[in-house]
């Protein structure tokens, strides 16, 4: 239980309330004990994103070793991640001549561009990232084409929210209403936009920025208060 | 020659996850699968150098021999160098400044921060997680890093996402002086903000003049979502036109064009 | 089966083979349009205008490849901007990618453009996991989050770093973000406690959200997507600051045609909807 429980929580609530008081007490010693926070929470941020790629693999490798649905593909997912693990924790691999007063050194051989590493980052995990993205343009087309339905009036007023936005960012959207002399240039496309995005929806973000940091707060509340304590798997 | 196989090797991806719009194949499916190791292990890679490596090893104590042993590595965790009463920064083991004899009789200053096992013994702890019979122990990692983001972000909302926008809504001194238009989209602004807050108050049932004020709340939450959709098609979009203006390159080189 | 039921049930690749075609035909017959820019990249301008030369600018770079097309060309509009006027750059990145994205701009910015001394007129920190947390931590140091900087060197060997002990020795803060953490992490953990003014240039899908803080006057103005740098791009030539446009505008003629192009969609996809249902209504 003491594990489990009571320490966990203790770690919770102490690095909580020292944390919060030394956004006012910015002075020794509890200000220094929140700078150290901040880089073992860094520290402790990194380790978890080894733990996830820790995690990947296990599951990718039971996959193969249960011979799962499609597990051929699990094979690509390790034998990429090896190499580029490989290539980017040795800093001797190299594929071609270092530039001039430059050591191979660890850590900043990531970004040579000699390093195995940076030619993977470049073309392969950026046409790869890049046009996993790129999909979603499609997707949002056949959704504005399918699914977006003005069926009632907020639906109507999003509808053509969106619409004004779109053409009015665009010199081939304003170009519909440019005829406009200045007397109501206001009613230009893009004025309409600007408008729209700077005061109703300012509003609307407002409202809804207010209402997440008011449940952030309440949340934050709950944890240091050890009155949360769902992370402990408990209700 | 590397870089004209790296150029064929993205548009072959590239093309691989396009394929998907056809229907899904072996192709999207190799890519996709490609994407998720290469990034997994990109992800480790920086985190290690650029975080561990620096911040965290270069705070721990670590033997005579293993600092003289790979100085491309130990460049980092050696404080000061010192050579003939002179102190030099860690760096001077690999900027080619002092010779190998010379580094051979200097002495290595490992300076040790004895906090930093804690942010060690806490990072290893979250490996717990993958052995089920004491997975428990990852719970004290989490701790630290919750404990860490609730005090931080108490604060932080409070402050410029709350108190700030509350202020800047009923606050008119930014526009004194200033037009009817100002003032008119001063009041459309607060009206926005009040209704959209009503509309998010779950305690009342939203009926009579309360239900009324909620519906004018949806109405701005549907303008703000309008934007939103407005400037997410742009987003894409953009996104589209980087990979065509790759792909048109990679066949221009082809074609010579 | 008459039109209207044929095009509700028109088969989705027709509609990405229209999209795929809206944005690369206009990339291959391109044609120009002039762009207006709007108050908030006005306003931008108008802040960075407000630093004396020489000043310290912290640009942090959280954007990665899928981005790139949105937010490259503001960076390097900015940086363009900053080192004319001789302002001093420390680089930090919250994003791994960043890392990347800031080596190949500064290389074609600082070193073959303006043939800047590294380390004198501006630095690289790199990348540090931990989120917002990560300027947190530079609010009370900056070498002591950052040991080394990405030529694996302490930051008290630069002398840029003279005298710079953490962000409240910087005169500015500019984020080019695409996302989390990004421009609303500066201005909650750095902007706002620490009172340093900041401007910010991001995706076009988190404008929404940061005007809010735009308009109580946290953020100094925004660069909003492709067209918010299109827009930063003309107003640098209108006011002599570049000779040229630049990638942004380039591909504005791509990025209009696709934006009608879904409009319609939307009108067609309505109607097509509409007349359907009264069709059926009536039998």
């Given at each position: 239980?003491?594990?489990?429980?009571?320490?966990?929580?203790?770690?919770?609530?102490?690095?909580g309330?020292?944390?919060?008081?030394?956004?006012?007490?910015?002075?020794?010693?509890?200000?220094?004990?929140?700078?150290?926070?901040?880089?073992?929470?860094?520290i402790?941020?990194?380790?978890?994103?080894?733990?996830?790629a820790?995690?990947?693999?296990?599951?990718?490798?039971?996959?193969i070793?249960?011979?799962?649905?499609?597990?051929q593909?699990?094979?690509?997912?390790?034998?990429?991640?090896?190499?580029?693990?490989?290539?980017?924790?040795?800093w001797?691999?190299?594929?071609?001549?270092?530039?001039?007063?430059?050591?191979?050194?660890?850590?900043?051989?990531?970004?040579?561009?000699?390093?195995?590493?940076?030619?993977?980052?470049?073309?392969?995990?950026?046409?790869?990232?890049?046009t996993?993205?790129a999909?979603?343009?499609?997707?949002?087309?056949?959704?504005?084409?399918?699914?977006?339905r003005?069926r009632?009036?907020?639906?109507?007023?999003?509808?053509?929210?969106?619409?004004?936005?779109?053409?009015?960012?665009?010199?081939l959207?304003?170009?519909?209403?440019?005829?406009?002399?200045?007397?109501?240039?206001?009613?230009r496309?893009?004025?309409?936009?600007?408008?729209?995005?700077?005061?109703?929806?300012a509003?609307?973000?407002?409202?809804?920025?207010?209402?997440?940091?008011?449940?952030?707060?309440?949340?934050?509340?709950?944890?240091?208060?050890g009155?949360?304590?769902?992370?402990?798997?408990?209700? | 020659?590397i870089?004209?196989?790296?150029?064929?090797?993205a548009?072959?991806?590239?093309?691989?996850?396009?394929?998907?719009?056809?229907?899904?194949?072996?192709?999207?499916?190799f890519?996709?699968?490609?994407?998720?190791?290469?990034?997994?292990?990109?992800w480790?890679?920086?985190?290690?150098?650029?975080?561990?490596?620096?911040?965290?090893?270069?705070?721990?104590?670590w033997?005579?021999?293993?600092?003289?042993?790979?100085?491309?590595?130990?460049?980092?965790?050696?404080d000061?160098?010192?050579?003939?009463?002179?102190?030099l920064?860690?760096?001077?083991?690999?900027?080619?400044?002092?010779?190998?004899?010379?580094?051979?009789?200097?002495?290595?200053?490992?300076?040790i921060?004895?906090?930093?096992?804690?942010?060690l013994?806490?990072g290893?702890?979250?490996?717990?997680?993958?052995?089920?019979?004491?997975?428990?122990?990852?719970?004290?990692?989490?701790?630290?890093?919750?404990?860490?983001?609730?005090?931080?972000?108490l604060?932080?909302?409070?402050?410029s996402?709350?108190?700030?926008?509350?202020?800047s809504?009923?606050?008119?001194?930014?526009?004194?002086?200033?037009?009817f238009l100002?003032?008119?989209?001063?009041?459309?602004?607060?009206?926005?903000?009040?209704?959209?807050?009503?509309?998010?108050?779950?305690s009342?049932?939203?009926?009579?003049?309360?239900?009324?004020?909620?519906?004018?709340?949806?109405?701005?939450?549907?303008?703000?979502?309008?934007?939103?959709?407005?400037?997410?098609?742009?987003?894409?979009?953009?996104?589209?036109?980087?990979?065509?203006?790759?792909?048109?390159g990679?066949?221009?080189?082809?074609?010579?064009? | 089966m008459?039109?209207?039921?044929?095009?509700?049930?028109?088969?989705r690749r027709?509609?990405?083979?229209?999209?795929?075609?809206?944005?690369?035909?206009?990339?291959?017959?391109?044609?120009s349009?002039?762009?207006?820019?709007?108050?908030?990249?006005?306003?931008?301008?108008?802040?960075?205008?407000?630093?004396?030369?020489?000043?310290l600018?912290?640009?942090?770079?959280?954007?990665?490849?899928?981005?790139?097309?949105?937010v490259?060309p503001?960076?390097?509009?900015?940086?363009?901007?900053?080192?004319?006027?001789?302002?001093?750059?420390?680089?930090?990145?919250?994003w791994?990618?960043?890392?990347?994205?800031?080596?190949?701009?500064?290389?074609?910015?600082?070193?073959?453009?303006?043939?800047?001394?590294?380390?004198?007129?501006?630095?690289?920190?790199?990348?540090?996991?931990?989120?917002?947390?990560?300027?947190?931590?530079?609010a009370?140091?900056?070498?002591?989050?950052?040991?080394?900087?990405?030529?694996?060197?302490?930051?008290?060997?630069?002398?840029?770093?003279?005298?710079?002990?953490?962000?409240t020795?910087?005169?500015?803060?500019?984020?080019?973000?695409?996302?989390?953490?990004?421009?609303?992490e500066?201005?909650?953990y750095a902007?706002?406690?620490?009172?340093?003014?900041?401007s910010?240039?991001c995706t076009?899908?988190?404008?929404?959200?940061?005007?809010?803080?735009?308009?109580?006057?946290?953020?100094?103005?925004i660069?909003?997507?492709?067209?918010g740098?299109?827009?930063?791009?003309?107003?640098?030539?209108?006011?002599?600051?570049a000779?040229?446009?630049?990638?942004?505008?380039?591909g504005?003629?791509?990025?209009?045609v696709?934006?009608?192009?879904?409009?319609?969609?939307?009108?067609?996809?309505?109607?097509?909807?509409?007349?359907?249902?009264?069709?059926?209504?009536?039998?």
């Amino acid at each position: 239980m003491l594990l489990k429980r009571w320490i966990p929580l203790f770690i919770l609530i102490f690095v909580g309330v020292m944390t919060l008081i030394s956004w006012f007490v910015p002075h020794d010693p509890i200000g220094g004990l929140g700078d150290n926070f901040s880089q073992f929470f860094d520290i402790i941020a990194s380790f978890a994103i080894i733990l996830g790629a820790a995690n990947l693999i296990k599951l990718q490798g039971s996959k193969i070793f249960r011979r799962k649905r499609n597990w051929q593909y699990s094979i690509v997912t390790i034998v990429g991640f090896i190499i580029t693990a490989v290539v980017g924790i040795n800093w001797h691999i190299t594929m071609g001549v270092l530039p001039e007063g430059f050591n191979y050194i660890a850590g900043p051989h990531v970004n040579q561009a000699t390093s195995p590493f940076y030619w993977i980052w470049w073309y392969i995990f950026t046409p790869l990232s890049a046009t996993m993205y790129a999909l979603l343009a499609f997707y949002v087309a056949s959704a504005s084409y399918r699914a977006f339905r003005a069926r009632n009036l907020e639906a109507t007023i999003l509808l053509l929210a969106g619409i004004v936005v779109m053409l009015g960012r665009v010199p081939l959207g304003q170009m519909l209403t440019n005829w406009m002399p200045d007397a109501i240039g206001f009613l230009r496309i893009e004025r309409v936009a600007d408008w729209i995005y700077t005061y109703p929806n300012a509003a609307g973000q407002r409202a809804i920025m207010i209402g997440i940091a008011l449940g952030v707060v309440s949340t934050s509340l709950r944890l240091i208060l050890g009155i949360e304590k769902s992370f402990l798997g408990e209700e | 020659m590397i870089v004209t196989i790296g150029i064929w090797c993205a548009a072959f991806l590239t093309l691989a996850i396009f394929s998907f719009l056809y229907k899904d194949n072996p192709f999207y499916r190799f890519a996709e699968h490609l994407f998720t190791g290469v990034s997994a292990a990109y992800w480790m890679v920086v985190a290690f150098w650029n975080q561990i490596h620096p911040n965290l090893f270069g705070n721990l104590w670590w033997p005579d021999w293993f600092l003289r042993k790979w100085p491309e590595f130990t460049y980092v965790l050696v404080d000061e160098v010192h050579v003939g009463g002179e102190i030099l920064p860690g760096n001077a083991l690999v900027d080619g400044s002092l010779s190998p004899e010379v580094l051979a009789s200097a002495e290595l200053v490992n300076i040790i921060s004895p906090i930093y096992y804690i942010p060690l013994v806490l990072g290893i702890l979250f490996f717990t997680r993958l052995i089920p019979k004491i997975s428990y122990l990852s719970r004290w990692p989490l701790a630290f890093v919750m404990g860490m983001a609730a005090g931080l972000r108490l604060y932080s909302f409070l402050q410029s996402n709350a108190m700030m926008q509350i202020s800047s809504t009923v606050n008119p001194a930014p526009i004194m002086g200033q037009g009817f238009l100002a003032w008119l989209n001063f009041l459309i602004v607060a009206i926005g903000v009040f209704t959209g807050l009503i509309y998010f108050y779950f305690s009342k049932e939203h009926k009579g003049v309360f239900g009324q004020l909620s519906r004018v709340g949806v109405l701005f939450l549907m303008l703000s979502f309008g934007a939103a959709f407005g400037y997410t098609v742009m987003a894409r979009i953009s996104l589209l036109l980087g990979r065509f203006q790759f792909l048109g390159g990679w066949l221009g080189g082809i074609f010579g064009n | 089966m008459n039109i209207f039921a044929r095009l509700n049930e028109l088969d989705r690749r027709w509609i990405f083979l229209m999209i795929g075609l809206s944005v690369a035909l206009p990339l291959m017959f391109p044609f120009s349009q002039p762009v207006k820019v709007s108050p908030h990249v006005q306003s931008v301008y108008d802040a960075l205008e407000e630093l004396p030369d020489g000043s310290l600018v912290l640009v942090s770079f959280e954007y990665g490849p899928s981005t790139m097309p949105e937010v490259r060309p503001m960076a390097k509009s900015l940086l363009n901007y900053l080192f004319a006027h001789n302002h001093k750059i420390i680089v930090t990145c919250l994003w791994p990618d960043g890392l990347f994205m800031s080596r190949e701009i500064l290389g074609e910015i600082a070193v073959d453009k303006y043939n800047l001394e590294y380390g004198a007129d501006y630095i690289n920190l790199g990348y540090k996991p931990g989120n917002e947390v990560v300027i947190n931590a530079i609010a009370s140091s900056f070498s002591v989050t950052f040991p080394v900087d990405t030529r694996g060197r302490t930051l008290a060997s630069y002398p840029i770093m003279e005298g710079i002990e953490n962000l409240t020795n910087i005169d500015m803060i500019f984020s080019l973000s695409a996302g989390f953490p990004g421009t609303v992490e500066w201005v909650q953990y750095a902007a706002d406690p620490l009172g340093i003014p900041m401007s910010t240039g991001c995706t076009a899908v988190q404008v929404t959200e940061v005007v809010p803080y735009v308009e109580s006057g946290q953020c100094r103005g925004i660069l909003g997507g492709l067209s918010g740098a299109a827009e930063f791009e003309q107003l640098m030539v209108d006011m002599g600051e570049a000779e040229e446009l630049g990638a942004a505008n380039s591909g504005m003629a791509a990025q209009g045609v696709a934006h009608m192009v879904i409009v319609l969609f939307i009108v067609v996809g309505n109607l097509a909807f509409y007349v359907e249902r009264r069709r059926q209504r009536k039998y």
